[in-house]
């Protein structure tokens, strides 16, 4: 039995099947009625795990493995009294076992036996005792080593992940959910929030992934001059063991949570935020190498997400040089070219106004070129603007149109709307009236001593036809070629 033990314990990683078949085999060979292999946290002075033999769930609770002594103290044979390592509320036994578990001088946790019913223990009970002690400690040694590998390898991949997906292309605030979803995930947090700062110097939690209803999280703030604050600002982690009684910890939300990371994203100076990795409360703490890995994660998610806001802001800048181009080139040669062909057409048509079929062809292709300059223009005016994210209302497309106009005019058109337009302006009437509205204020922009255009959207009108629709009326105080009157233009669709 001794060398099977001895055996597995180098053939299975899997620790608590290896450590319970350890303490089972120690009970065995010695004919003791208790056995009990306590691990301690290699972080803190406590229990991390309790393999038994012969014991109820009752007495397990009630065990006391580490009394008042050494936890790396020499295997030691005790007879008289109760052993330590027997449940304080059973019987009296006559001797007990106990053996420090360690590998080299580190101590993991340790073994005892105890209550033999045939007599006390004897040198041969301890000698044995010793040998699966040693071997538990290769165990918990080998156990802890593989999983660190994993642990660390889990940690790299997530952090490759991450900046594969910024790199890819998302907007800012997909790539901070990325960021908390991963974080949360590999640290097995309950949480993953991200904090940002204040124009009053606080911190405000811009994005949260958590398991269940993240409501009441996303907006909590740290007001300034919390003393977490401080470090945080200041670049440096903060690592908390219960978020519900520390009192730097000043938000709300402190109460639903227990053991918690705080990490800057920082990269080259620059601070992005806090990645905050919170676990409920009652939940193991942090290690040591979750903090190392975890700080690790958050010094590569935020050199990930500078590098992704560069590649953002260069590929808008490609996109801004593309447009500027395409309309210096419409404006530079298909523009003058349609220009130049209408004044020879408005010329012919002038000598040749006696005849009137002739004059009227000639009238017609002057205004279709009149047309389709005003179509290119209005093209041109379009690339100049910033590319941004389509309004989903009518009226707020309005606003779009209106507000790019202002940069080139170099003053904000008045727009005044009348009644429930985004109600009843529907796809195909608003598309008409946008249209319209583009050409009325390039043709505006070209005119001389243009300085205040009004814009007015009214819905529902009454129709010629009789038909209920909407009225654009778009007005400038720009003179007109003809009688030198302002210019005004009215548009109207069915709806």
């Known amino acids: 039995m001794l060398l099977e033990a001895v055996l597995n314990v180098g053939s299975d990683l899997e620790l608590g099947s290896t450590l319970q078949q350890i303490v089972d085999t120690a009970a065995a060979l010695t004919g003791a009625r208790h056995g009990a292999l306590g691990v301690l946290d290699p972080d803190r002075d406590r229990i991390e795990g309790l393999y038994t033999a012969g014991m109820t769930e009752a007495e397990r609770r009630h065990l006391d493995l580490f009394p008042d002594e050494p936890a790396g103290r020499p295997a030691t044979l005790t007879r008289p009294g109760r052993s330590p390592g027997s449940p304080s509320d059973g019987p009296p036994v006559r001797s007990f076992l106990r053996a420090p578990i360690r590998v080299q001088t580190e101590v993991f946790g340790q073994l005892y036996l105890a209550g033999k019913p045939s007599g006390p223990f004897t040198d041969t009970d301890l000698a044995l005792l010793r040998v699966l002690a040693a071997q538990a400690g290769i165990a918990i040694g080998n156990a802890r080593l593989y999983e660190t590998a994993r642990q660390r390898e889990r940690w790299i991949a997530g952090a490759a992940a991450v900046t594969t997906a910024l790199l890819t292309g998302t907007d800012a605030a997909d790539a901070l959910m990325t960021v908390a979803e991963r974080a949360r995930a590999l640290a097995g947090a309950s949480a993953g929030v991200i904090l940002q700062p204040t124009e009053e110097g606080g911190m405000e939690i811009v994005t949260a992934s958590t398991q269940d209803d993240p409501a009441g999280i996303i907006g909590t703030v740290i007001e300034p001059g919390s003393a977490v604050l401080v470090q945080l600002l200041g670049g440096e982690p903060v690592f908390i063991d219960d978020s519900a009684t520390d009192p730097r910890m000043t938000t709300a939300v402190r109460s639903r949570f227990g053991p918690s990371m705080m990490l800057p994203l920082q990269s080259g100076g620059r601070l992005i935020g806090t990645l905050a990795l919170p676990r409920r409360r009652g939940e193991r703490p942090y290690t040591d190498l979750d903090r190392l890995l975890a700080t690790q994660f958050a010094s590569q998610a935020a050199l990930a997400l500078v590098l992704a806001d560069a590649q953002a802001d260069r590929e808008q800048l490609a996109v801004y040089e593309d447009r500027d181009r395409i309309a210096r080139d419409l404006h530079d040669l298909v523009v003058q070219r ?29 205004d279709e070129l009149d047309s389709t300059i005003q179509e290119v223009r209005t093209a041109i005016f379009a690339l100049q603007q910033p590319p941004a994210e389509a309004p989903s209302t009518f009226r707020g497309r309005v606003l779009r149109e209106t507000g790019g106009a202002a940069a080139l005019l170099g003053f904000p058109p008045s727009v005044h709307f009348t009644g429930a337009v985004d109600a009843l302006v529907g796809a195909e009437p608003g598309k008409e009236l946008l249209a319209a509205l583009r050409g009325a204020l390039a043709a505006a922009h070209r005119r001389p001593g243009v300085s205040a255009i009004e814009v007015e959207v009214e819905a529902p009108v009454r129709l010629p036809d009789g038909r209920s629709g909407v009225r654009l009326v778009v007005a400038d105080d720009g003179r007109g070629d003809d009688d030198g009157r302002p210019t005004t233009v009215t548009w109207q669709a069915p709806i």
């Open 338 to 366: 349609l220009f130049a062909t209408e004044m020879m057409l408005e010329s012919t048509r002038r000598r040749a106004a006696s005849e009137a079929e002739a004059g009227e062809l000639l009238g017609r292709a002057v």
